[in-house]
């Protein structure tokens, strides 16, 4: 997928021009957060960069190396400000089509609050 063009018109691009709206976990320069719309667990948070990033393979290809170690710090921070250390919880990327990415715009998902499955 990193092969593609960026969509400005994708739906996180929209949420973080503020064209939607979003309820906010997490927010700096660097990074947004906020739950799903349609959660799949209690809790379910999606953390995108705020960069033009398509997927995780863009994003580790084409960020630096402090942006990335940041992205990750804060993904630990909402999981630990939400508990989700203590209870347990998951994280999730698709990379493409074939890997089940819908949006073309790097995310992450956290889930957790009970029920979820090891698969």
Same mark, same amino acid.
């Given at each position: 997928m990193n092969s593609l063009v960026y969509d400005n018109n994708n739906v996180f691009a929209k949420i973080l021009r503020e064209e939607l709206s979003c309820k906010?976990?997490?927010?700096?320069?660097?990074? $947004? +957060?906020?739950?799903?719309?349609?959660?799949? +667990?209690?809790?379910?948070? $999606?953390v995108i960069p705020k960069g033009n990033y398509i997927s995780f393979d863009d994003f580790i290809s084409?960020?630096?190396?402090?942006?990335? $170690?940041?992205?990750?710090?804060?993904?630990?921070?909402? +999981?630990?400000? *939400?508990k989700l250390d203590k209870t347990g919880y998951k $994280?999730?990327?698709? *990379?493409?089509?074939?890997?089940?990415?819908?949006?073309?715009?790097f995310h992450i998902h956290i889930l957790g609050g009970g029920g979820l499955r090891i698969d």
């Open positions: 906010k976990v997490y927010e700096d320069e660097q990074i $947004l +957060a906020f739950e799903d719309k349609y959660p799949k +667990a209690p809790t379910h948070i $999606l084409s960020s630096s190396d402090d942006n990335m $170690l940041h992205f990750f710090k804060v993904i630990r921070k909402i +999981a630990c400000e *939400h $994280l999730i990327t698709n *990379h493409g089509e074939g890997g089940g990415q819908e949006i073309p715009h």
